[in-house]
């Protein structure tokens, strides 16, 4: 192989690693009791029905219409409620349903401590990259509604769905104590890691990825993904994110590294929250007045970090997925 170092020098014994690097990369069949494509789309739709619907139809006959007023820790325990029994049951469930073998889409192995450090840095590098993004996109979003009325109103569309979705959040992530600051984390960066990781990059994403090219299957479910949050300006960092946590899915094998970024994203978010309060946090709606200049270098050098990780990323598992088989070998 090529990507394979015989140190050795022994040929036979090289191509019995070849022999069973081959055999360990053969698709083993699946089977399936629904189109593994319709069964990816079930699992969109019907997520985005019950969680979006079913769940929002509840917490409305619960609380009613002012949720202001609700009891703040409820709310709490129902957003986490919502997504335990419309997001992780479901994709359970269905992972049963459709599949022989639950492990075909629900992937859970020991990550490698060395992928994950390159993922979490992957994290850190991503997350003031897609800042930079926003900062220049709502530049020009800014001064294109300055000169076009149709823009313009888009953009009032768009700041009204961003101000509800802020005022959501907002409440969400007030602490008053300890506990509720624990609680926060458990319902904002904890349950949605395990629940919205194991719907879309296990479910979804795994189930397109067994008749299409890993690429799309995470493009696709990334989409997804970023419109399940209605967050009008921050669809493609959300998408981004998406991509990432793809990416992370297919290149480790398994569901737990994609959900320590989603925890750790979601986790950092919280605590400078916690800290600095709501500024640049929960928004996604800069300041119209940016030094644009000072943006597109920013985003052009940590463009350029991520890429050059992504490459590390790639040459790494090139490297060590054949060693791994080896040491497998009786």
């Known amino acids: 192989m090529e990507d394979f170092e015989n140190k050795s020098g022994d040929e036979s014994e090289q191509k019995d690693i070849e022999q069973i690097t081959e055999e360990t990369n053969t698709d083993k069949e699946v089977f399936a009791r629904l189109n593994p494509i319709g069964a990816g789309f079930l699992g969109l739709f019907g997520g985005f029905f019950l969680y979006q619907f079913v769940g929002g ?7 009613g219409m002012d949720l202001d007023n609700a009891p703040v820790n409820a709310v709490r325990l129902m957003t986490m409620g919502g997504q335990i029994l419309f997001m992780l049951l479901p994709a359970l469930l269905l992972s049963k349903l459709v599949y022989e073998d639950v492990g075909v889409v629900i992937k859970i192995k020991k990550p490698d401590l060395i992928a994950l450090g390159l993922f979490l840095v ?8 897609l800042q930079s ?30 101000a509800l979705v802020e005022k959501a959040y907002s409440g969400l992530l007030k602490a008053n104590n300890v506990f509720e600051g624990l609680l926060i984390i458990i319902v904002v960066a904890v349950v ?3 629940s919205e990781e194991t719907l879309f990059r296990g ?3 795994n189930s397109f990825q067994i008749k299409m090219r890993p690429f799309y299957a995470a493009l696709i479910t990334a989409i997804f993904f970023g ?11 959300l998408i981004s994110l998406g991509m990432f946590f793809g990416f992370a899915a297919y290149k480790s094998d398994s569901l737990i590294i994609p959900m320590i970024l989603h925890f750790f994203n979601n986790f950092v978010a919280v605590i400078i929250y916690f800290m600095v309060g709501n500024a640049d946090i929960i928004s996604t709606k800069m300041e119209t007045v940016v030094e644009l200049k000072d943006s597109f270098i920013l985003f052009t050098v940590l463009l350029s970090l991520f890429a050059a990780l992504i490459f590390v990323i790639n040459y790494y598992y090139s490297q060590n997925r054949p060693r791994r088989i080896y040491a497998g070998m009786p």
């Open 227 to 237: 419109l399940f949050h209605f967050s009008p300006y921050g669809m493609l960092p």
């Open 192 to 194: 949605p890691a395990l």
């Open 203 to 205: 479910f979804i994403q």
């Open 57 to 63: 139809g509840l917490s409305l006959l619960i609380f």
């Open 133 to 162: 993004y926003l900062a220049i996109q709502n530049y020009f979003i800014e001064q294109w509604a300055a000169n076009y009325k149709l823009i313009n109103d888009i953009k009032v569309f768009f700041d009204s769905m961003n």
């Open 122 to 129: 992957g994290m850190i590098i991503l997350t003031p990259l």
